[in-house]
């Protein structure tokens, strides 16, 4: 979920994966920057910027 704040006020709440990845288990931070995302049916998912946008890209078990 992408949820905003200004300050301490509330202000929307987006589910940004629903229906993509499943619930999320674990998540690490690359040196690079890019999210490394375990979901519950044992895929990882690497998140990366292109060109100001999130690029959700599967990738396979192994990472180098």
Do not use: A, C
């Amino acid at each position: 979920r992408k949820i905003k704040f200004e300050k301490t006020k509330f202000i929307n709440e987006e589910t940004i994966f629903k229906g993509k990845i499943g619930r999320i288990r674990d998540i690490k931070i690359h040196k690079n920057g890019d999210l490394y995302l375990l979901s519950d049916k044992g895929e990882i998912w690497r998140m990366h910027k292109w060109k100001k946008y999130l690029f959700l890209q599967v990738k396979p078990r192994e990472i180098s």
